[in-house]
């Protein structure tokens, strides 16, 4: 009986301790959110709420994407536990450090965390990889950003916030041309970056079956990203007027500021990876002055929902939210609306949520900040109409 005894008391003590301890990326919030801190999870009063879990680069040369995607979430999160209803959550990010073998570890902790839906990755290649696992567990992911075709290929529970890597450079091209934005066309991209090549390979397509001219094609990779002038030299001589980024923003930066010193100045046209560019630290926005991309967001808008969002991240993060921001927040809202019109409670296990919503989400018709009457087909791709955005004074506007 004295060993029974202690032996329950010894378990009580390690209970004990062990509710005082807390991931670094995970506390509860009150429930008006107010003491969320950027990232932290939060949890509706009665307990009772789906566990979101999701992976991305919180350090590192990538971090101001998965920042960005998990505040938006957490702002969306906070309002919705914040209303009550049946449907409340906790969400929990790891740090990927945009590495898949990383991601894969990030995921098997909230795995072990208990989620019950994800939010996949931020980024493409750990994307793939984590995908690779939901696919297995069956557990349902929705990614903001994570644009690779790879992400989604064969897999029926995982779905997109983001544009598809094809339907970007087909997008671009076709804005392009519609447009009559340049006559002879100069392509720098990444071909060791599944989200760049793709970008690319599409929008050559779509430039040839609309007669754009592509004068110069050069690529980069990891290891030589730091030097350009060997790629702007060949769009200089070819005398390329526009100058296609299909890249992320550090890149992008330093080629702004290496065709400055070269004298060349084409037009310039990105994608959503350029969304960042003016929030990096030590760049001459003036640079980017005039600089285009296609986004399915832009933080200046003066509807109501895009004003409240931004008001909110401004006073939380002291930032203005970029397009990762805003799709981590439309996740988030159409999670809540899948699982309220799939009728999934917080008490059901991961594989049985995922089977109705793999059901659900294609039936769907949502309106978001980054879009209205958003659809998904079978193949988990979104369709939603992109904007077009030029960069003028440093800031966004729609062209």
């Known amino acids: 009986m004295k060993k029974t005894l202690s032996a329950l008391l010894a378990a009580a003590m390690l209970a004990t301790a062990l509710t005082g301890c807390g991931g670094s990326t995970d506390s509860t919030a009150k429930q008006d959110g107010t003491d969320a801190k950027a990232g932290d999870s939060t949890t509706s009063a009665s307990g009772t709420a789906f566990k979101l879990g999701g992976t991305g680069p919180l350090t590192g040369a990538a971090a101001i994407y998965g920042n960005a995607a998990k505040n938006g979430a957490q702002i969306a999160v906070d309002e919705i536990n914040a209303a009550g209803g049946d449907i409340q959550f906790e969400l929990k990010y790891e740090d990927d450090e945009h590495d898949a073998e990383k991601a894969v570890n990030a995921y098997n902790a909230l795995k072990d965390w208990g989620m019950q839906i994800s939010l996949?990755?931020?980024?493409?290649?750990?994307?793939?990889?984590?995908?690779?696992e939901t696919y297995s567990d069956r557990i349902f992911a929705l990614t903001p950003s994570a644009s690779a075709v790879a992400v989604t290929a064969d897999k029926d529970n995982m779905f997109q916030m983001c544009f598809a890597d094809p339907n970007q450079g087909t997008a671009s091209a076709d804005y392009i041309a519609t447009n009559k934005l340049g006559t002879k066309v100069a392509v720098i991209y990444k071909n060791d970056d599944v989200?760049?090549?793709?970008?690319?390979?599409?929008?050559?397509?779509?430039?040839?079956?609309?007669?754009?001219?592509?004068?110069?094609t050069t690529t980069f990779t990891d290891a030589s990203a730091n030097d350009f002038t060997v790629q702007l030299g060949e769009a200089q001589k070819a005398g390329a007027d526009l100058l296609f980024l299909p890249i992320y923003y550090q890149p992008a930066s330093l080629i702004l500021q290496q065709a400055k010193s070269m004298n060349y100045a084409p037009k310039v046209f990105g994608v959503d990876g350029m969304d960042g560019i003016l929030t990096l630290e030590g760049f001459d926005k003036a640079l980017a002055e005039g600089v285009m991309l296609l986004t399915p967001f832009n933080a200046d808008a003066t509807d109501e929902k895009t004003v409240n969002f931004v008001k909110i991240y401004k006073e939380k993060f002291g930032d203005v939210p970029n397009q990762f921001a805003a799709d981590a927040y439309d996740c988030v809202y159409a999670y809540k609306q899948a699982l309220e019109a799939a009728g999934c409670t917080a008490d059901m296990n991961a594989q049985d949520i995922c089977e109705k919503l793999v059901a659900t989400f294609p039936t769907m018709k949502f309106d978001g900040l980054t879009g209205s009457g958003v659809t998904w087909d079978t193949t988990g791709a979104v369709s939603k109409t992109p904007k077009g955005m030029v960069i003028q004074n440093g800031a966004y506007v729609g062209m």
């Open 120 to 132: 996949g990755s931020v980024t493409s290649k750990p994307c793939e990889a984590t995908a690779a």
């Open 195 to 216: 989200y760049s090549s793709g970008i690319f390979d599409k929008f050559k397509a779509q430039a040839d079956a609309k007669g754009l001219s592509i004068v110069s």
